[in-house]
């Protein structure tokens, strides 16, 4: 780890909360003068792509995760395909079918969610109430082996960095999307409250798995911010069988998995297998050839 300065001490405090307000505020202020929330997500989630960056250079967890031009290369196409193409196929298609499909049987399910209510509120509800199947289906990603298979994807880099965040097979980011996304849109949430949901999302997951050095003190109680995942990602699994949570920590901290050791940092990351492939294609492929994600 970096030798803090007073500077890097300060920093370390308030990057997390400081880019999440610069995210929201970017955010507002683009709906505000009329544009459309969906582009306004985007934006704020790439300014806030560009802070973790800087902050990643400048004042960096571990200098060693600083990532190969290689890996990157690869962790683009991971995000751009499997967590910004097929999140948007599936809700064009999907989501649209189904909706169709509850109408044309004349299920209503209006009443279910609060939508009279401020878009903060429902953001934070839909946080709340997304990671709770969630945290239980990530459970299942490590518990069961047929599943691990797939998971093992994104336990495969031996250094975070923000944009490893979107490594996932996509396979599992569509079931992902059918428990912590599909629910909300055909409960009719509306897309402001998506698209808050969306920005928070965002910059809690490229915090959560970049190489900044940060302290958040008390919000380790309620979100799962970087100094817990990174324990989440120990190649081994009695650590890394932690810190489920999506974006916060409290049903971690509820059913008993929070993890944050106080006298010692993570070690090494990634699967004992240090010879499991790392490119995009291979990737794809990696879940049907046993014996490749070994624990």
Request: proline content about 6%.
């Amino acid at each position: 780890m970096s030798n803090q300065t007073p500077a890097s001490r300060v920093i370390a405090r308030i990057s997390y909360p400081g880019v999440l307000a610069i995210a929201f505020a970017l955010f507002a202020a683009m709906v505000g003068a009329g544009l459309h929330v969906t582009p306004a997500s985007y934006v704020a989630g790439l300014a806030a792509a560009a802070l973790v960056t800087l902050h990643e250079l400048k004042y960096p967890y571990r200098r060693q995760w600083r990532p190969a031009i290689a890996d990157t290369r690869a962790d683009l196409v991971f995000m751009l395909a499997v967590q910004v193409a097929l999140p948007y196929l599936l809700s064009i298609t999907l989501v649209i079918f189904l909706a169709e499909q509850l109408r044309a049987s004349g299920l209503s399910i209006d009443g279910f969610w609060p939508h009279e209510h401020p878009v903060a509120a429902q953001a934070a509800l839909m946080l709340l109430a997304a990671d709770f199947p969630r945290y239980w289906l990530h459970r299942a990603f490590h518990k069961f082996a047929f599943m691990w298979r797939y998971h093992a994807v994104h336990h495969s880099p031996h250094r975070l960095y923000w944009l490893n965040v979107g490594r996932f097979h996509p396979i599992e980011k569509a079931v992902q999307f059918a428990v912590d996304t599909l629910p909300f849109a055909l409960l009719g949430v509306s897309t402001e409250v998506l698209a808050a949901y969306f920005v928070f999302y965002a910059v809690n997951g490229f915090f959560q798995h970049s190489n900044c050095d940060v302290r958040l003190g008390a919000l380790n109680y309620l979100v799962s911010g970087p100094e817990l995942h990174r324990w989440h990602h120990s190649e081994f699994a009695h650590e890394s069988d932690t810190n489920f949570g999506n974006n916060l920590i409290v049903w971690d901290w509820l059913f008993g998995t929070r993890f944050l050791p106080a006298d010692r940092d993570v070690g090494r990351l990634g699967l004992v297998n240090r010879d499991y492939p790392t490119g995009f294609l291979a990737q794809m492929t990696t879940p049907f050839v046993p014996g490749l994600d070994k624990r």
